[in-house]
């Protein structure tokens, strides 16, 4: 678990967020939370090693695959996030109302970590606004001002029956 940044910055007694720490599932759930923070994003989380790899996406997700939407790797969450709605205080970390925006399972195309360390992970939803092949890009290089945190959340179209590879 590498929650240690996730439970840094929050008071637990003052928020009503899950400090986490339950049984780790080997699911594979995905979930994107809308959170009405000093600005609205979109938390896109990805259940993976018992923990939720979690990116803000600013203008959230997009269907169109011509649409690369900016999404800001976050620290890890505890997967009892995955279930949280609720309003965080003011003068707490992100405060703000959280509401479960989308959630259902993923499936890494290929090797999740390999993809998170390269910078390209490409997986499979099935959820209920979101469905089909999506990616996500590590921007790099001189495009990159984050430090690596930088990546784009992309639709892929879909291949023709049969052509997958
Ligand atoms: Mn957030």
């Known amino acids: 678990m590498t929650l ?3 439970r840094r910055k929050r008071d637990f007694s003052r928020t009503p967020e899950p400090r986490g720490g339950a049984k780790s599932s080997q699911g594979r759930r995905f979930v994107v939370q809308e959170h009405a923070a000093s600005r ?8 993976l090693d018992g923990v939720l790899k979690s990116w803000a996406v600013p203008k959230g997700p997009s269907p169109d695959p011509g649409e690369r939407r900016l999404a800001v790797q976050v620290e890890d969450y505890p997967i009892e996030y995955g279930a949280f709605e609720g309003t965080i205080p003011k003068g707490q970390y992100g405060a703000g109302t959280v509401g479960i925006w989308d959630l259902g399972a993923w499936a890494p ?3 999740p ?8 992970l490409v997986f499979e939803l099935v959820g209920g606004k979101l469905t089909g092949r999506w990616a996500l890009v590590r921007i790099r290089g001189r495009a990159d001002k984050s430090g690596g945190k930088n990546w784009l ?3 892929e179209g ?3 029956l049969g052509q997958d590879p």
């Open 153 to 155: 959340l992309i639709r």
């Open 158 to 160: 879909d291949a023709p």
């Open 109 to 111: 195309v290929g090797d």
């Open 113 to 120: 970590h390999e993809g998170l360390k390269r910078g390209h």
């Open 40 to 47: 609205l994003h979109y938390d896109f989380r990805l259940e």
């Open 4 to 6: 240690g940044a996730y």
